[in-house]
């Protein structure tokens, strides 16, 4: 069993920054990619940015230039450092995870889920 624990989500005014980590547990193998994706009210999840291999970055046309996403590999952790929040940006953020739990066994997995509210 694998868990993802968020934390770091808040209250902050426009403008500002935040700092999401998510913290990967469990029966890990080998991790493929970690990311992060967002939820809004009345609106589907989105895929917010992914880091896969340790190098390959990908980053919602919507965030990029605001957004940068990085990974502590040995620590199976990964962190999404926002900055010039907007309030568009307020949302859950959830982490999500591609790791394979044995040579053959492979999931994808979520965190619980983290608010993130850009308000004055």
């Known amino acids: 069993q694998v868990e993802l624990v968020e934390s770091g989500g808040g209250l902050v005014q426009p403008g500002g920054s935040l700092r999401l980590s998510c913290a990967a547990s469990g029966n890990i193998f080998r991790v493929i990619s970690m990311g992060w994706y967002r939820q809004a009210p009345g609106k589907q999840r989105e895929l917010v940015a992914s880091l896969t291999g340790g190098a390959s970055r990908n980053y919602a046309d919507s965030v990029k230039g605001r957004f940068a996403i990085s990974r502590d590999g040995a620590q199976n952790m990964v962190y999404l450092q926002m900055n010039s929040l907007k309030p568009e940006d307020t949302a859950v953020y959830y982490c999500?995870?591609?790791?394979?739990?044995?040579?053959?066994?492979?999931?994808?997995?979520w965190g619980q889920g983290t608010q993130v509210t850009v308000s004055s």
């Open positions: 999500n995870a591609h790791i394979y739990t044995s040579t053959t066994l492979w999931d994808h997995y």
